[in-house]
């Protein structure tokens, strides 16, 4: 008896870690994403417990980024296309830290070159703050004295991961390669079923 | 044979020089590998009218697009040389620029005096390091496409390249 019963802790001990298996940085504490509503590329409202039920991606960057923030997108894309399944389970939502450049129309312009159904959000200065002080970004502009508008925004390169509880449960860092990020996306569609 | 083993030592130095010089010639040029460049997104893709030249020069600089090309750049050369500046038909400025990590924060900074590019080694311009900003992009850049970009080097001089848009 205390045999089975030791061969039944095991399994479960074996199944609970493969499950729990992920490649990016765990939250330790998971905790329910912070809610906003922001404005989408076409003009829409954007309320991210609307998408409850999907796994979301999310990245803060700016259009006139010309490097990490569009590798970001590459990436994404990437992962995307190595979604065996589910694809429309997943949401890709980029978030500006520059709002003061970055219109609807900007960000669809930008979106659209890497993948139509990528969710570009952006809003008033106040709005957007405080998203960035709810998931503890760091967003800093550098203006040029000579080129005020020719300023670029430093900030957190890291992406989060919310699963379809709504809680935030993964990020990774910039560089992570889209194989990782498709694993343990895998895992996490596999908890919707 | 002491003959044939004097002219065979001669043979074989004469080689070793030859070889020496050649791999560390001062003269030798800089070499470009693997330049290409993320796609640009513009209101002409979403089927309005494609963004004018002239309509760019009115744009404030902050409304304008951007770009970016990446490369390695070897250097065969025993002395050092330095990218000093970079220009294309397609944008209307081009600068040298730095992606820097701090943790998880992400800093870009432009480099100033140039790139040097140490004698017989390579620089990679690459996502999240050294990169080419381009600055008012005049076109949309689709997969694919191809464009000339104009580097300027200290000794090397000046070379076109052509940059690949891919992802």
């Known amino acids: ?193 | 044979m002491g003959g044939l083993k004097l002219h065979f030592l001669l043979f074989f130095l004469f080689m070793v020089l030859i070889l020496g010089c050649r791999k560390s010639s001062p003269d030798e040029k800089v070499m470009i590998k693997e330049v290409w460049s993320r796609p640009v997104g513009m209101a002409a893709m979403s089927g309005e009218a494609d963004s004018s030249h002239a309509h760019h020069m009115n744009m404030k600089h902050g409304e304008q697009y951007t770009g970016v090309v990446y490369m390695t750049i070897q250097n065969p050369a025993s002395t050092p040389d330095t990218l000093i500046s970079a220009e294309s038909d397609i944008c209307e400025r081009i600068e040298l620029h730095q992606s820097i990590m701090k943790g998880d924060q992400m800093f870009m900074q432009r480099v100033e005096g140039g790139l040097e590019i140490p004698p017989q080694k390579s620089v990679a311009l690459k996502p999240g390091s050294y990169h080419l900003m381009m600055l008012g992009v005049r076109k949309s850049l689709k997969e694919g496409d191809t464009f000339p970009v104009t580097l300027h080097f200290q000794k090397s001089g000046s070379m076109i390249v052509e940059s690949k848009v891919r992802y």
């Open chain 1, 1 to 193: 008896m205390a045999k089975w019963a030791f061969l039944i802790f095991l399994i479960l001990l074996v199944g609970c870690q493969s499950r729990e298996n992920f490649q990016g940085t765990v939250m330790t504490d998971p905790q329910p994403a912070p809610d906003f509503l922001l404005q989408d590329q076409f003009g829409n409202p954007f309320r991210l417990s609307d998408v409850r039920g999907k796994v979301v991606l999310l990245f803060f960057g700016y259009t006139w980024c010309p490097d990490v923030c569009p590798a970001t997108l590459a990436t994404w894309r990437q992962v995307w296309e190595k979604l065996p399944q589910g694809k429309d389970d997943v949401k890709f939502v980029y978030v500006t830290v520059d709002p003061e450049r970055d219109t609807p129309e900007r960000l669809r312009d930008h979106l659209q070159v890497f993948n139509e159904k990528f969710i570009g959000l952006t809003g008033s200065r106040e709005q957007l703050e405080k998203v960035y002080q709810d998931y503890h970004i760091f967003v800093d502009k550098n203006i040029d004295p000579q080129n005020p508008d020719r300023y670029t925004v430093a900030h957190t390169s890291r992406m989060f991961v919310i699963d379809h509880r709504g809680i935030l449960r993964l990020s990774f860092s910039f560089g992570t390669p889209a194989e990782t990020i498709v694993h343990d996306l895998n895992i996490l569609l596999s908890e919707i079923q």
